[in-house]
C-alpha cells in the first residue's frame, strides 16, 4: 500500500552526520524528493539548526564523536517535542534501537541506508507527526470550546437563578415556594439552603 505522500515542498529535514560524504549523499536525495534540507556535522550543530530552521523531520547517525545520537535524542525532543526522528547506524545493535524508539525516535534504519526504505520511512514518521500535532490541535480546540460553552451555561444559569429568585422574592405569600426553591436548587444543580438564604436576603 502506497503511504499518504506529505508535501515535501513545505518540509525541512535536518540531516545529521559527522560524515561529510554521507551528509551530502542523503541531503542530495531528499532536496531531490522536494524536501528543504539543512546538515549539520555534530549535536552541537545540529541543536543550532534546530532553533534556526525547525524542521519538521531529522536523520539522525548514532555514532559521532562527543554527543552521540542516543544521546542527543532526548535534547532535540525536549526543544522539539514533534520532531520526527529517523536514526541512522552502521551497526545492527538491537538494544540500541529499541533504546532509541524509547526515547521517541520513529524509526531506526542500518547504514547504507536503502534509500527506498529511507523515503517510506520518512513518509510514514512525518505522516504520524502530523496526526500527533492535528490530534492535539484538536484537543486543545475541544478544551476551549467547552471552556466557553460551561461559561456560558454559567451566565445562563445565573441569570435563570436571579429572574426566579426575584420573581419568588416578589411572590411573598405563594404556598408554590418551597416546590419551587426545590425544582430551582435541582435543575441549577445548586445547595437548597444556599437559595433559602439568597431569598430571604432578596425578601429583606
Partial sequence: MTPPKVPADRTTVLVVDDEDGIRQALTRFLSRLGYHVEAAANATEALQQLSAHHPQAMLCDIRMP????????????????????LMLTAIDEPRTAIECLKLGAY????????????????QHALRQRQLEVD???????????????????????????????????????WEGTEAALS??????????????????????
Fill in 66 to 85: 562527543e554527543t552521540s545520537g542516543v544521546e542527543l535524542l532526548p535534547k532535540v525532543l525536549a526543544q522539539d517535542p514533534d520532531l520526527a526522528v
Fill in 107 to 122: 524509526d531506526y534504519l542500518i547504514k547504507p541506508v536503502d534509500l527506498e526504505e529511507l523515503e517510506l520511512s520518512l
Fill in 135 to 173: 490530534r492535539r490541535e484538536l484537543e486543545q480546540w475541544l478544551a476551549r470550546e467547552v471552556a466557553v460553552r460551561t461559561r456560558d451555561l454559567e451566565e445562563r444559569s445565573a441569570a435563570i437563578e436571579d429572574v426566579a429568585l426575584d420573581a419568588l422574592a416578589a411572590a411573598r405569600d
Fill in 183 to 204: 425544582k430551582l436548587a435541582e435543575e441549577l444543580g445548586a445547595p437548597r439552603e444556599e437559595l433559602v438564604a439568597e431569598l430571604k436576603r432578596r425578601r429583606g
